[in-house]
């Protein structure tokens, strides 16, 4: 028997399920907006956790992202971030921080200065908030504590060694073990998401902290990799640390990896409860835009579903995503086939050096928003009014290099959603 389309109507849909699209949900949700989100699996799970705003300018790291800020709007004024005013992105990521820790996965208050987070391969990245569960190890780094880091048999894409070898010159008082995880030293490949889920049980808890406790020696801190728990990972750190008698951090892992498979899980355990309407795991098929808003077409397990919505957010991402697709000819937007801003032609993608200082031209690919952060057309028009865009999709910004993707994504979505709530209350 063929089902009926399942039918929404809602004031604003976000299309996307990366850290923009989340971010967005969130601000609108704030706003008490109706929202619907739509998005496939996304690359969120192949985050660090961190929440980067502005970690590097001129090729160099900062200490201080908001002097960074200053010195990015007067050379890249067309930046997403050089669009955005100090204290709206203050704002934002207080927000966006603040609505984390309420759902269940607690973060650092940002502050003036970078944070300076440990990586897997044994160096710092500067980054603005952390996860509650890596703040110790920023703490520990910074005072070089006699600290020791786990890794454990069979875990691929961490190494302890590694880690302490490339800190030994900054951090002397820094050593490795290897431990077995509880019943899973076969020798075979373990999985930081296994064990993750492994330690929500108190028994598997309470039989690694015995098996740290017993190499333990003089060491005042000691770091893990990223596997304290997808749900609830505050209580199952406090409850580890409790029973190994000194602070415990996490490392983020090689992706995909626990910090970001939380996110996504929590995300799509707590929004529907905050009001949201979701639609995980799938791709909008068609988007129909009109005067009066816009017409999602897609389908889940149970059918076709349509969603009718006042205004619309793509927050689709990049290459990784499917928010662009690039081929032969040059790099289109996969949904609207919106204008995108890119060199000239295939031969100026690449610099003839790959690790050119400058980056590549093609990671600067994006489309062209206006004040209000709503896409343009060839005549430099909004494609439509009703329609906005955030996160990594915009141009002019290479997030990788500037270490920057969190604040694009977190700082684009507030403006897009004020540019929602304006059309909104224009439109009443």
Not at 64 to 72: C, E, M, Q, V
Not at 111 to 129: C, D, I, M, R, W
Not at 131 to 144: F, L, N, Q, W
Request: contains cysteine.
């Amino acid at each position: 028997m063929i089902q009926a389309p399942r039918h929404y109507k809602t004031q604003l849909a976000v299309i996307g399920s990366g850290l923009a699209g989340f971010a967005t949900s969130i601000f609108a949700l704030e706003r008490g907006i109706s929202t619907a989100q739509v998005g496939s699996t996304g690359a969120i799970a192949y985050t660090t956790g961190y929440l980067d705003l502005l970690g590097s300018h001129r090729h160099c790291l900062l200490d201080n992202p908001w002097s960074g800020l200053d010195a990015l709007r007067d050379e890249e004024p067309n930046h997403p971030l050089s669009r955005i005013g100090n204290d709206d992105i203050r704002t934002a990521f207080v927000q966006f921080t603040k609505t984390l820790s309420e759902m269940g996965v607690g973060y650092t208050r940002p502050g003036e200065s970078n944070l300076f987070a440990l990586s897997p391969a044994g160096t710092t990245k500067p980054t603005l908030s952390v996860p509650s569960t890596m703040r110790s190890g920023v703490e520990a780094g910074k005072s070089s504590v006699n600290a020791m880091i786990i890794d454990f048999e069979g875990l691929k894409g961490f190494s302890a060694r590694e880690l302490v070898a490339n800190f030994k010159a900054s951090w002397p008082q820094l050593s490795a073990m290897r431990l077995g995880f509880p019943d899973m030293e076969s020798g075979s490949q373990v999985y930081p998401e296994v064990m993750a889920r492994a330690l929500q049980v108190p028994v598997y808890r309470e039989r690694l902290a015995e098996r740290i406790k017993t190499v333990l020696g003089g060491a005042e801190a000691v770091g893990l990799p990223a596997i304290l728990g997808i749900h609830e990972p505050d209580k199952v750190h406090a409850e580890l640390e409790r029973l190994v008698g000194v602070p415990l951090f996490e490392i983020p892992t090689m992706p995909p990896s626990v910090p970001g498979i939380r996110l996504r899980e929590m995300f799509e355990q707590a929004f529907p409860a905050r009001g949201l309407t979701l639609v995980p795991q799938q791709k909008v098929e068609r988007l129909e835009l009109s005067g009066g808003g816009a017409t999602l077409y897609l389908k889940d397990n149970y059918g076709d579903v349509v969603i009718e919505t006042q205004t619309t957010v793509l927050a689709t991402g990049r290459f990784l995503s499917g928010g662009l697709k690039a081929d032969r000819h040059g790099v289109r937007e996969t949904l609207l086939d919106i204008p995108v801003s890119q060199p000239a032609s295939r031969m100026e993608w690449y610099r003839k050096d790959y690790l050119d200082r400058r980056g590549h031209p093609i990671n600067r690919s994006g489309i062209e928003v206006d004040a209000r952060f709503r896409p343009l057309g060839n005549d430099q028009e909004p494609v439509n009014e009703r329609l906005f865009a955030a996160g990594v999709l915009l141009a002019h910004q290479d997030w990788i290099r500037q270490r920057c993707g969190a604040g694009v994504a977190i700082a684009s979505a507030y403006k897009a959603v004020e540019g929602v709530a304006a059309m909104l209350v224009n439109a009443a």
